[in-house]
């Protein structure tokens, strides 16, 4: 079955760090650019970052540049986002979601169920 | 950054009506545009890329439209799993990739 499981999610008080995985299977990993896109409680859907196939590229958002940190491991089959300094509006279920393929096509066509992440103290 | 912003935020619908969604980019994107459904506890899953190709497995009464600023998704005689969070998804220009803010279709 074609699937990203993510893990890694928690309670984690303010300032604190945490690092979400992400683990797929069903698919070649390494032909797939991936992402990964937050929801805060009852809001919309937040793109936070991407990495291309062989981690040649990476972009963040604004609202988590120098606090989360990208990476794959291809080997492994595996996404990461290494959370630092955390804050309460961080709190949101993380999605890993993958990239259709080849540019232009960068929507996302496959999506994990999400890992809940808490800031609170 | 280009915002998207969707209409309306809530639409009531009966089941077996036709709904349609909008969608507005703040500057142009062609057809740079998709569209994910989203139910309570679940992902997102793609229903259309390319502002109008369904994605694999939707079914026809789902359709989209549009390019450039304005686009729009049509639901055209609504089923009872199709009560769900919409949202559109421009790929244009980033980063960043950016959401609208979703448009909610409820049971009239």
């Known amino acids: 079955e074609v699937q990203l499981v993510e893990s890694g999610g928690g309670l984690v008080q303010p300032g604190g760090s945490l690092r979400l995985s992400c683990a797929a299977s069903?698919?070649?990993?390494?032909?797939?650019?991936l992402n990964w896109v937050r929801q805060a409680p009852g809001k919309g859907l937040e793109w936070i970052s991407h990495?291309?196939?062989?981690?040649?590229?990476?972009y963040y958002a604004d609202s988590m540049k120098g606090r989360v940190i990208i990476s794959r491991d291809n080997a492994k089959n595996s996404l990461y986002l290494q959370m630092n300094s955390l804050r309460d509006e961080d709190t949101a279920v993380y999605y890993c979601?993958?990239?259709?393929?080849?540019?232009?096509?960068?929507?996302?066509?496959?999506w994990g169920r999400g890992t809940l992440v808490i800031v609170s103290s | 950054e280009i915002v998207m912003t969707q209409s309306p935020a809530t639409l009531s619908v009966s089941p077996g009506e036709r709904a349609t969604l909008s969608c507005r980019a703040s500057?142009?994107?062609?057809?740079?545009l998709a569209w994910y459904q989203q139910k309570p506890g679940q992902a997102p899953r793609l229903l259309i890329y390319?502002?109008?190709t369904r994605a694999t497995g939707i079914p026809a009464r789902f359709s989209g439209s549009g390019s450039g600023t304005e686009f729009t998704l049509t639901i055209s005689s609504l089923q009872s799993e199709d009560f769900a969070v919409y949202y559109c998804?421009?790929?244009?220009?980033?980063?960043?990739?950016?959401f609208g803010q979703g448009t909610k279709v409820e049971i009239k």
């Open positions: 979601a993958r990239d259709a393929g080849s540019p232009p096509d960068w929507y996302f066509d496959l």
């Open positions: 998804q421009q790929y244009d220009n980033w980063p960043p990739r950016t």
């Open positions: 500057q142009r994107i062609s057809s740079n």
């Open positions: 390319g502002a109008s």
């Open positions: 069903g698919f070649t990993f390494s032909d797939y650019d």
């Open positions: 990495i291309t196939r062989s981690s040649n590229t990476i």
